[in-house]
């Protein structure tokens, strides 16, 4: 009984604000817009964030990324031919972490070098990456064919390699070439899987496989092509020494991260003079991806609720008018025996009306244009159930926030003096 | 307290009833004590030149408006004390208005109009419909409840005005100037359904300036200056 009653309010409301069509509509444009540009700014900020947090997925977020990097003092005195930088991360380094820490689950080492290579009668140049059987642990990717590297691999030092699906592009290497032998420099090595590979990048950190064609073991790397490494720059030879090009450190407990990421760098710090290694957490990203959206979200916050402050003054407006306009119907309504409140309700759902009518329809428009971004621009945008079900409330808030002062005013209205009113 | 029949004579009283309004620092008194009474089933009319409270005693005994003091007894009520949600009340559970310029609600159809007490009393929609159709009939309009005020003349806006003022059953019809908008026949049209209404044993208030109009009426008050003018006045 109680509802089917307000649902003839409404009903009669909804016909009341169809009389002026055009009016209603402009009246709730800037609900329109509000919503609107609430929904598509959420979704588009939703997007951004589950970007940012796939990328950081993707490093780990347990992971520690310690790479080598050339100290910038050293280029001056490469003029001399002879001359030899050695720089970088050391076995030693990686031992002084795998036993110095608690709270480490394992530890990868990684040597980086381009070699040439040949399988059948391609031949290319490939970025080959030693490493140990824990990598596929730590960054772990889909086997395509085949398997990945084994501890076996690298207690018997076979030569043995896996190819990266860049790799096995570059190769033209199928699931058929699994068992077949290519050459990495001038040793012989077998083809024992593919797997799948990822590229991206959250903040200045870059996935570990982006740039990797091919896995052998490390004791294998090492002991074929040993820790120099010649490279060409310019018509000048750049002779390099480097035992490690990067150490991945993957910490049982998320909380602990932080802690071991400075321990790790604090005894990093006692053993090499010049800074010729940079220690990353992707962890520390999800951090700042987290801060950013929450920047983000603030001023987003304030745009949409100036945006709909603006709006809901609006409705307000126009509703402070069609009470001065209707005023001799609220005289009438009055003496035929309207009660104050019914007056005040009768306004009000006029508002709500409006403002959520107005709310929906942004809706509709706030839904269109994340699809239109992504579809246009490719920039991925999100929409979740709380960017819908938020602005809807608020906008059912702004018609009930902006109409109690129109709906008091026509409740308020004397009816001996609105009947006289012409 | 319910009307005996000893005191059927005392069903509406005002008792020194005072209406004043401050204009400009001046008092202006629309009533200036008024003391009279009206039985179950009496047609007035109430008579006067402009100006000497007319409207006021009207909306005062439609519990439109308040006094400044006196008593205003309804069924030996006070209604100057009630508060406005029971006046309200009072309104649409026992009272009809008709005004002279039929005060319908433009942008509403007839039926709607008609239906306007029936939606505040929380009739549904379908017994609401029978009965403004069945009231459209009386006032002779069944043709035109799907029309707006605006394309009815004066004397159909009135009828449905009537209509209106009869759908919650009123026992009280307070009526100012009912035919003051329309001409000599029209006027006489609308009176002969207030006539009616009174046989079928409505209380019927009536303002006019007519006396043509006042003659059908079985009492007639006269006001001057606020007050009644009782040599003039006639209550057989
Ligand atoms: N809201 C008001 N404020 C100030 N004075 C008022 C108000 N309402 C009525 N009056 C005054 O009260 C007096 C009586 O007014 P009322 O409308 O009752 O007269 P009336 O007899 O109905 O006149 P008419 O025949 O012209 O309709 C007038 O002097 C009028 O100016
Ligand atoms: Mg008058």
Known sequence: MKRTRIVRNVSLGVENLLLHKLRSFLTMLGVVFGVGSVVAMLSVGEGASQEALEQIRKLGSNNILISSIKPTEENANSTNPSFMSIYGLTYADQNRIDTGFRDIRRSVPVKAMRKDSRLGGRSLELRVVGTTSAWFDVVPRQVVAGRVLLPRDQTHRSPVAVLTEFGARKLLATEGTIGQSFRIGGDTFEIVGIVRSESGQAGSIQVPDQEVDVYIPIEVAQSYFGDVFTKRSSGTFIRERVELHQIIVEVDRTEAVEAVASGIGTMLKRFHKKADYIISIPLALLQEAEATKRRFNIVLGSIAGISLLVGGIGIMNIMLASVTERTREIGIRRAIGAKKMQILVQFLIETVVLSTVGGLIGLGIGVLIPFLITYFSGMPTVITLSGILLPISISLTIGLIFGIYPATRAAGVDPIVALRHE | MKPSEADLSEWIRLDQARKSYRMGGQQVHALAGVSVSFSRG?????????????????????????????????????????????????????????????????????????????????????????????????????????????????????RVAIARALANDPQIIVADEPTGNLDTTTGAQILELLAQLHRQGKTILMVTHEPDIAKHAEKRLYMVDGKIDWDRSMAP
């Open chain 2, 42 to 158: 009496d047609f007035w009319a109430i008579m006067g030149p402009s100006g000497s409270g007319k409207s006021t005693l009207m909306n005062v005994l439609g519990c439109l408006d308040r006094l400044t003091s006196g008593k205003y007894l309804l069924d030996g009520r006070d209604v100057s004390r009630l508060s406005d949600d029971v006046r309200s009340e009072i309104r649409l559970r026992r009272i009809g208005f008709i005004f002279q310029s039929f005060h319908l609600i433009p942008q509403l159809t007839v039926q709607r109009n008609i239906e306007l007490p029936l939606h505040y009393l929380g009739w549904d929609e379908e017994k609401s419909s029978v009965r403004a159709r069945e009231l459209a009939e009386r006032v002779g309009l069944s043709e035109r409840l799907h029309h707006r005020p605006a394309e009815l003349s004066g004397g159909q806006m009135q």
